[in-house]
């Protein structure tokens, strides 16, 4: 699973921000949290491992 650079600047060389499967988690986690059924019963480390599921998920799903 490739996880390259969400934001890449092509000006510089080195490895900080954020990666493209935090950006889907953190995406993912905002969307979960908008969601009242979800937020009523939420435990909020399920809900973080639901998002990075999910950006795992999309990571996998763009290599093909």
Do not use: C, V
């Amino acid at each position: 699973m490739k996880n390259e650079k969400a934001f890449p600047n092509p000006h510089l060389r080195d490895d900080s921000g954020m990666t493209l499967r935090d950006y889907f988690a953190a995406r993912a986690m905002q969307a979960l949290l908008s969601d009242s059924d979800w937020r009523q019963d939420m435990d909020i480390k399920d809900t973080a491992l639901a998002a990075y599921k999910t950006a795992d998920a999309m990571l996998k799903e763009r290599e093909q």
